[in-house]
């Protein structure tokens, strides 16, 4: 019977490496030194009691050894099979005191398996306490020592298949016993010299051995059978050259088999008589008579015979035509036992083959299970060979793992360069196969695309590797976005040419940068000791708040102010606050962002003095204020600086080739682009209204200039300042004042109609960035969902579960209607009522309630519903739905659940109701521990609505939620 390493990945028979772990700190039994001085006694003691149990636990007999074969651990199953109920305690005896009449072979097992190789047999037969033959499957396994890894002793583990039961003749040849003896106890043998003493073996025509009894099996216990493998040469022959024996062998066999000898046909194994006695020298062959179908293959029966004295070599071998006479080897006695015998090796072939087909069947049933993982899997023998791959792992890479293949040259055919091959070798050999850590690797299909694939590798107790492959592309890849996300804001921050102090809920601040860290005048570990409102005074501590109220109240994205910063010398500085306001996924304010713009007075502007004509230019100078404009600048349809004017240079302190092609926004509001181009085509319809803008410019210059805006009709605006000028004037004429007045620059007039507005943004480029903002917030919300789906995979705490399930499924409610937002910015014809559909079928899903037994009537009207109110609608769905589910028809119970949304003048209602086991009659909704309903409250609250909650114990369940259509600011 072959070995299966398939057989221990779901029932291992022992775990190897605790053993190793807990004797490699246990004191040595010969010389009385802890193995590791460094591990708490207590941790030692724990970790013998752990060893204990699972020793003491294994379905199989198992006991543990040092390196002098004295034992250390034995489980109670070794010992009722093994007979050593009156031998106690067994640790510390040694195991050839106990079995002193142990077969030499098994020193020779011990030997090898002590220099660190694994010995083991399918099938063995070991002399059991009453004396009968029971058959085993053994091995014995080196553990070694943590400390240097050397080899500290054996692990000795054998299972038991059945007893063979003796022969019918047998029986009744035994000797009953006395009267006077007692029955329980067992009756010695009578020697037999040919009980079990002659090694027989079962050979295909091509040498092979089919089978072979239990002494044939003792005599190679240092080489080992592998049946239908091993040839006959390979276990009886003499050193390496194996071509004679191998010829003599088979040409016995075919004359054997074709009848072409009467005489009797011998193999002879050696050639002196200086061999070990107790191997055979000479085989007897004989042909097995067909039992089976005509076509089934002949079998040979070799029979193992000691060599004779020397004295009788000469005169039976020498003559070479003198065949040996057969009654002198086999009398008929000797053949009347040789037949029993043979009566007994089919009885144990017979149930060696149920045990073969019962470890197929297991087979089948454990490849079965790994075929229907859904991940690549292939397993390893010690020695690195693959034995077993299932179809998942062809279809990751389009390349299957072939049988005379190694993991290394596999892997090599996926990757592209040297390099590339080196990198993946290594981490396969040194961190997968050595070291059993899970690795992340490149490679390339057969289709030549790349995949990230995630290797989790598992050792197997009995020797080998179980690997399992994971496609983790998507999630290798959200993972680089997130993270080149965080450096991009982190770079924004730090190189921002402003100061931004971020402050959490309390309004204490946790960020700022170096630019803060400046206007400031503190460290950035002095500045998180405080609130902001420290560092300003006390009118604008109190406009800061009530801006940031507003900010909440009004959901505008950003709020500016004028501000009084302190110094550290006491002193204050006028600024300009920015307010931006960051919501978590409850909408609440996670965060706040401040934008702090030093002012700092423009510098006066000198209108030059026109010329005049001499007669004029004679006349007395007078002083005159007049306020006046002058263009400032002009932009593209795309908002870009086309053209800079000497006064904007003066302005802003900027010259116009660092200014020119720049974005408009950054000069004014950097941080609300959206927000300030919406303003500025307002203004651009009004072009006589006058505007005060705080402004930007170059070397840290701020200040605030009162502007006016122009639509041109190529596209973009042209932008003017307006400012008061001291003129010198002359007493001139009314001539000379209207060539004063055509000599000063004019405010500009509205060329176009004040219907055609600006094209400030690019409505194409708005809507796919924001189905790219559905899409991507729908994607991360299913990565939360899976990882919500690993840990209820990982808790046995059944409301643990259920609660974690809520949150997954209230995820992916989200995650589902961010989908239905993206399908709605594509054009697509997906409506709410979609969505709705697309929610019942996911939670069916999820609480595995089939149609038949629970359904669902949906009517839900179209209507003028705002956006912000789809997040609080779709999760209000959720919620009950969930509820009904979940709670309303234990027991299998069937039903109906209706759920109805409709629209009435400037209003909405949402309605669900079922005919579930209702609602117990001391309910009340604000005194229930749930969490359910307090969700929807929230979310009634969040729509100014109203939430009714009715129920009587058998007759239902009715969640109503009423919200106006449209908010307070519109």
């Given at each position: 019977m072959s070995s299966s390493v398939l057989r221990n990945v779901i029932q291992p028979k022992a775990q190897t490496a605790p053993l190793e772990k807990a004797y490699d700190e246990a004191p040595d039994q010969r010389t009385g030194v802890q193995g590791n001085s460094d591990l708490p006694k207590h941790e030692s003691e724990d970790m013998g009691l752990v060893l204990g149990v699972l020793v003491e636990n294994a379905p199989v007999a198992m006991a543990?050894?040092?390196?002098?074969?004295?034992?250390?651990?034995?489980?109670?199953?070794?010992i009722t099979e093994f007979g050593l109920q009156q031998v106690q305690p067994l640790v510390g005896k040694s195991q050839y005191e106990i079995f002193p009449g142990l077969h030499p072979g098994w020193r020779q097992v011990y030997e090898r398996a002590l220099q660190g190789h694994i010995v083991r047999s399918e099938h063995d037969s070991l002399s059991g306490p009453d004396g009968q033959h029971l058959v085993y499957r053994w091995e014995v396994r080196p553990w070694r020592k943590k400390r240097d890894a050397a080899v500290g002793g054996l692990m000795v583990t054998c299972e038991k298949f059945s007893s063979p039961q003796p022969s019918g003749e047998d029986a009744v040849k035994a000797d009953p016993p006395s009267e006077d003896q007692d029955s329980s106890q067992p009756v010695a043998k009578t020697p037999d010299p040919l009980d079990c003493s002659i090694p027989m073996l079962i050979l295909s025509l091509d040498g092979a051995i089919l089978r072979s009894n239990v002494a044939a099996a003792r005599l190679t216990l240092d080489k080992g059978i592998q049946e239908g493998t091993t040839c006959f040469w390979e276990v009886f022959g003499e050193g390496r050259d194996y071509s004679a024996l191998r010829q003599q062998t088979l040409d016995a066999l075919t004359r054997v088999a074709?009848?072409?000898?009467?005489?009797?046909?011998?193999?002879?194994?050696?050639?002196?008589?200086?061999?070990?006695?107790?191997?055979?020298?000479?085989?007897?062959?004989?042909?097995?008579?067909?039992?089976?179908?005509?076509d089934s293959p002949p079998q040979v029966m070799v029979m193992g015979f000691p060599a004779p004295p020397a004295a009788e070599i000469v005169p039976r071998f020498i003559p070479p035509l003198a065949p040996p006479a057969p009654a002198a080897l086999v009398d008929d006695a000797a053949q009347q036992r040789l037949e029993n015998e043979l009566s007994r090796a089919r009885q144990e072939l017979r149930t060696l083959a149920e045990a073969q087909q019962a470890f197929g069947r297991r087979e089948s049933r454990l490849r079965s299970y790994l075929e229907g993982i859904p991940c690549g899997v292939f397993v390893l023998d010690e020695r690195g060979v693959p034995v077993y791959q299932n179809e998942g792992l062809a279809k990751l890479l389009g390349r299957p793992l072939e049988a005379d293949q190694t993991v290394e040259s596999w892997l090599a055919h996926a990757c592209s360069t040297e390099e590339h091959r080196a990198q993946v070798v290594l981490a396969w050999r040194e961190s997968v196969w050595r070291r059993q850590l899970t690795r992340t690797v490149s490679l390339a299909t057969a289709d030549g695309l790349l995949k990230e694939l995630e290797f989790h590798p598992i050792a197997l107790p009995g020797g080998g590797l179980l690997v399992s492959i994971q496609d983790a592309t998507e999630h290798t890849r959200h993972e680089e976005q997130l993270r080149s996300m965080e450096a991009k804001l982190r770079?924004?921050?730090?190189?921002?040419?402003i100061a931004i102090v971020m402050t959490d809920k309390a309004g204490v601040i946790f960020e700022v940068n170096q630019h803060a860290e400046e206007l400031l005048g503190q460290a950035k570990s002095e500045l998180r000791r405080y609130?902001?409102?420290?560092?300003?005074?006390?009118?604008?501590?109190?406009?800061?708040?009530?801006?940031?109220?507003?900010?909440q109240s009004s959901g505008r994205q950003a709020e500016a102010l004028g501000v009084r910063i302190k110094r550290v010398d006491g002193s204050f500085s006028r600024a300009i606050l920015h307010l931006a306001a960051v919501p978590d996924a409850q909408g609440e304010t996670h965060c706040t962002i401040h934008y702090l713009q030093e002012v700092t007075e423009p510098a006066a502007v000198t209108v030059p003095e026109p010329a005049f004509p001499a007669a004029l230019s004679s006349q007395t100078p007078a002083t005159a204020s007049r306020t006046t404009s002058a263009v400032l600048l002009t932009t593209d349809a795309n908002g870009r600086v086309r053209t800079w004017t000497e006064h904007a240079q003066q302005l802003f302190s900027l010259e116009s080739a660092a200014a020119v092609g720049r974005p408009l926004h950054q000069f004014f509001r950097p941080s609300d682009a959206t927000g300030f181009f919406a303003d500025l085509a307002a203004q651009a319809a009004h072009p006589d209204s006058i505007v005060q803008r705080p402004f930007f410019g170059g070397n840290g210059k701020r200040g605030e200039v009162e502007t006016s805006v122009r639509a041109l009709e190529e596209g973009g605006v042209e932008l003017s300042s307006h400012f008061t000028a001291d003129i010198e004037t002359s007493a001139v004429p009314p001539l000379a004042v209207e060539m004063l007045k055509a000599a000063m620059p004019l405010a500009f007039q509205v060329v176009s109609p004040s219907s055609q507005r600006w094209p400030v943004v690019d409505l194409e480029r708005e809507k796919l960035l924001l189905t790219e903002t559905h899409h991507r917030i729908k994607n991360h919300l299913q990565i939360i969902s899976s990882l919500l789906n690993m840990q209820i995979n990982g808790v046995s705490d059944q409301d643990a579960r259920n609660?974690?399930?809520?949150?997954?499924?209230?995820?992916?409610?989200?995650?589902?209607?961010?989908?239905?937002?993206?399908?709605?910015?594509?054009?697509?014809?997906?409506?709410?009522?979609?969505f709705a559909r697309d929610l019942v079928a996911h939670l069916r899903e999820c609480y595995e309630v089939k149609a038949d037994q629970i359904k669902v009537h949906l009517e839900v009207q179209e209507g003028p519903i705002e956006q912000e109110w789809l997040m609080p609608l779709a999760l209000t769905l959720n919620e009950a739905l969930s509820n009904?589910?979940?709670?309303?028809?234990?027991?299998?119970?069937?039903?109906?659940?209706?759920?109805?949304?409709?629209?009435?003048?400037?209003?909405?209602?949402?309605?669900?109701?079922?005919?579930?086991?209702?609602?117990p009659p001391d309910f009340h909704p604000g005194e229930g521990g749930g969490l359910g309903l307090k969700i929807l409250a929230v979310f009634a609250d969040q729509m100014r609505g109203q939430l009714f909650v009715r129920g009587n114990p058998d007759q239902g369940?009715?969640?109503?939620?009423?919200?106006?259509?449209?908010?307070?600011?519109?």
């Open positions: 543990m050894f040092d390196r002098g074969m004295r034992y250390m651990l034995a489980n109670r199953q070794w074709l009848a072409h000898s009467p005489a009797p046909v011998y193999i002879t194994t050696h050639a002196d008589s200086s061999s070990e006695p107790a191997i055979p020298s000479r085989w007897l062959v004989s042909a097995l008579a067909h039992k089976g179908a005509d770079t924004l921050m730090q190189g921002s040419p609130p902001l409102d420290a560092w300003l005074d006390p009118d604008s501590a109190t406009a800061r708040r009530d801006a940031l109220r507003t900010l609660a974690l399930r809520s949150s997954q499924n209230r995820v992916r409610a989200i995650a589902a209607l961010h989908q239905h937002l993206y399908q709605v910015a594509l054009g697509k014809s997906d409506t709410f009522s979609d009904c589910f979940e709670h309303a028809y234990p027991h299998g119970r069937k039903g109906l659940i209706t759920a109805m949304l409709t629209y009435t003048q400037g209003s909405g209602e949402l309605v669900i109701s079922d005919d579930g086991v209702g609602l369940t009715e969640i109503k939620l009423r919200f106006p259509l449209a908010t307070p600011e519109a």
